[in-house]
């Protein structure tokens, strides 16, 4: 035990300490309010002052570089959603990212209202394969809450090593109650454009991700449909879950369907360098075949500049549901220790002059994805037709012939396709048109 007078001289050092402490932190807030507080210099003086006493009279020792990263994080999270500070560690992975391999998940997440919210699952991931969807907010991860949690730290905290596992705890829309998703890390290898024929004439293409060589894939995709001098009658572009990337490549992409010397996409940003214009250059043009361009609440960024821009020329139809809305532009900047600065510098507007931001782009046709029941031949022939009853009249027997050469056939492709309705109904719309174009109803 402490002996009376020994006790009465700690405490009376403590207080006096503390009460030092707040002397000093008054002192300074004083000296601002005196002075104004208005300048650069002020307020980089105050922050001096407050890093010198956090350094002398924490608690703990404290290291200068961990408390400098920290102040930088809080300085841009104040900013927007999407500005950030890297450290060397997050910035070496992000150059990795943009060439389509990491190790993590594969979510691309966002903070939306003070809650970490996800973008959009990359499809063959983790993520896609556990359930995780666009909207979805995780509230928790390995049971330490994400409120405040600065995207940087967030996806730290998702990343490890191949194999280890992580809880996610979702809350989404139509949950009565948060759910625990566990998931398994891999090295995430996104192939960024996908490809199959849909039906005679009409292909797909799916882009997953605007990564460095988007451009050169979907060339070979288009070259791959019109496989043998084959005409394509009809293009379904999927962006759908497209969290975006890289802006060239965006416009790379516009470039295949657009005329040359149209408008793409163009920036707005204080400094000169922030405002672009991106018009279409001559390159490999595709044929005026229709396009439908699928796209949802997970398209966001590069996704919604193609969606938009190929809309505002009339040049594909948009279907399916709103968009992210993410029209701001972030630059890259390295810095002296290898760290990096993901800054807000510009806002992105369509052709048109739409701008993207918190609004995204609003489908021409509304289009909600269903599941679709598998039809059996039993179920379908529980329909009764006239040659069903008894003591019908015979059909001519060449008629029965031409009937069946006149069947429609059914769609050309893979059961994935089969049971994803928007897909389906864009590949139907693609037919209408060119039904109604050989009746002379549309203009060739």
Same mark, same amino acid.
């Given at each position: 035990?402490?002996?009376?007078?020994?006790?009465?001289?700690?405490?009376?050092?403590?207080?006096?300490?503390?009460?030092?402490? *707040?002397?000093?932190?008054?002192?300074?807030?004083?000296?601002?309010?005196?002075?104004?507080?208005?300048?650069?210099?002020?307020?980089?003086?105050?922050?001096?002052?407050?890093?010198?006493?956090?350094?002398?009279?924490?608690?703990?020792?404290?290291?200068?570089?961990?408390?400098?990263?920290?102040?930088?994080?809080?300085?841009?999270?104040?900013?927007?959603?999407?500005?950030?500070?890297?450290?060397?560690?997050?910035?070496?992975?992000?150059?990795?990212?943009?060439?389509?391999?990491?190790?993590?998940?594969?979510?691309?997440?966002?903070?939306?209202?003070?809650?970490?919210?996800?973008?959009?699952?990359?499809?063959?991931?983790?993520?896609?394969?556990?359930?995780?969807?666009?909207?979805?907010?995780?509230?928790?991860?390995?049971?330490?809450?994400?409120?405040?949690?600065?995207?940087?730290?967030?996806?730290?905290?998702?990343?490890?090593?191949?194999? @280890?596992?992580?809880?996610?705890?979702?809350?989404?829309?139509?949950?009565?109650?948060?759910?625990?998703?566990?998931?398994?890390?891999?090295?995430?290898?996104?192939?960024?454009?996908?490809?199959?024929?849909?039906?005679?004439?009409?292909?797909?293409?799916?882009?997953?991700?605007?990564?460095?060589?988007?451009?050169?894939? *979907?060339?070979?995709?288009?070259?791959?449909?019109?496989?043998?001098?084959?005409?394509?009658?009809?293009?379904? *572009?999927?962006?759908?879950?497209?969290?975006?990337?890289?802006?060239?490549?965006?416009?790379?992409?516009?470039?295949h369907f657009v005329p040359e010397g149209k408008l793409i996409v163009y920036t707005e940003g204080r400094e000169k360098d922030s405002q672009m214009r991106f018009t279409s250059r001559k390159s490999h043009k595709q044929g005026e075949y229709p396009i439908v361009v699928?796209?949802?609440s997970g398209s966001a960024s590069a996704s919604e500049i193609v969606a938009g821009c190929l809309q505002d020329h009339k040049r594909a139809v948009i279907m399916g549901t709103q968009s992210f809305g993410k029209g701001s532009v972030q630059t890259i900047i390295p810095?002296?220790?290898?760290?990096?600065?993901?800054?807000? @510098?510009?806002?992105?507007? @369509?052709?048109?002059?739409?701008?993207?931001?918190?609004k995204g782009i609003t489908p021409d046709i509304v289009a909600e994805r269903v599941e679709i029941a598998a039809t059996s031949e039993k179920r379908e022939g529980m329909h009764i037709r006239e040659k069903d009853l008894e003591n019908h009249f015979e059909g001519d027997?060449?008629?029965?012939?031409?009937?069946?050469?006149?069947?429609?056939?059914?769609?050309?492709?893979?059961?994935?396709?089969?049971?994803?309705?928007?897909?389906?109904?864009?590949?139907?719309?693609?037919?209408?048109?060119?039904?109604?174009?050989?009746?002379?109803?549309?203009?060739?």
């Amino acid at each position: 035990m402490f002996k009376g007078s020994k006790f009465k001289k700690t405490t009376l050092f403590v207080t006096t300490v503390s009460l030092l402490t *707040l002397v000093i932190a008054f002192g300074v807030q004083r000296r601002c309010a005196a002075q104004g507080g208005g300048s650069d210099y002020q307020s980089i003086e105050l922050f001096t002052d407050v890093l010198a006493i956090v350094k002398k009279s924490y608690v703990e020792e404290v290291d200068t570089k961990k408390l400098v990263y920290g102040a930088i994080n809080g300085m841009l999270t104040s900013l927007d959603p999407h500005s950030s500070f890297m450290p060397p560690e997050t910035y070496k992975e992000m150059k990795i990212d943009t060439k389509g391999a990491f190790g993590g998940l594969g979510i691309e997440i966002t903070v939306k209202e003070g809650i970490l919210t996800v973008i959009s699952p990359i499809e063959d991931t983790p993520a896609f394969r556990a359930g995780i969807k666009a909207g979805d907010q995780i509230l928790k991860i390995d049971d330490k809450f994400t409120k405040d949690l600065t995207i940087t730290d967030a996806v730290k905290r998702m990343r490890g090593v191949k194999g @280890t596992k992580v809880t996610l705890t979702i809350m989404r829309e139509g949950f009565d109650k948060t759910k625990d998703f566990v998931l398994e890390r891999d090295i995430i290898q996104v192939k960024s454009v996908k490809y199959k024929v849909l039906d005679d004439g009409y292909g797909y293409v799916r882009i997953a991700q605007f990564q460095e060589k988007t451009d050169d894939d *979907l060339e070979k995709a288009l070259q791959g449909l019109q496989a043998d001098k084959k005409q394509l009658r009809g293009l379904v *572009l999927d962006l759908r879950n497209d969290p975006g990337g890289l802006l060239d490549q965006a416009v790379r992409v516009c470039e295949h369907f657009v005329p040359e010397g149209k408008l793409i996409v163009y920036t707005e940003g204080r400094e000169k360098d922030s405002q672009m214009r991106f018009t279409s250059r001559k390159s490999h043009k595709q044929g005026e075949y229709p396009i439908v361009v699928l796209i949802n609440s997970g398209s966001a960024s590069a996704s919604e500049i193609v969606a938009g821009c190929l809309q505002d020329h009339k040049r594909a139809v948009i279907m399916g549901t709103q968009s992210f809305g993410k029209g701001s532009v972030q630059t890259i900047i390295p810095l002296s220790d290898n760290s990096g600065l993901r800054l807000t @510098t510009a806002r992105y507007f @369509t052709p048109s002059g739409r701008s993207i931001q918190a609004k995204g782009i609003t489908p021409d046709i509304v289009a909600e994805r269903v599941e679709i029941a598998a039809t059996s031949e039993k179920r379908e022939g529980m329909h009764i037709r006239e040659k069903d009853l008894e003591n019908h009249f015979e059909g001519d027997k060449k008629d029965e012939q031409d009937e069946k050469k006149a069947k429609p056939a059914p769609y050309k492709t893979d059961e994935m396709i089969k049971s994803d309705s928007q897909v389906l109904r864009a590949l139907d719309l693609l037919k209408g048109w060119d039904i109604l174009k050989s009746m002379g109803k549309l203009p060739s």
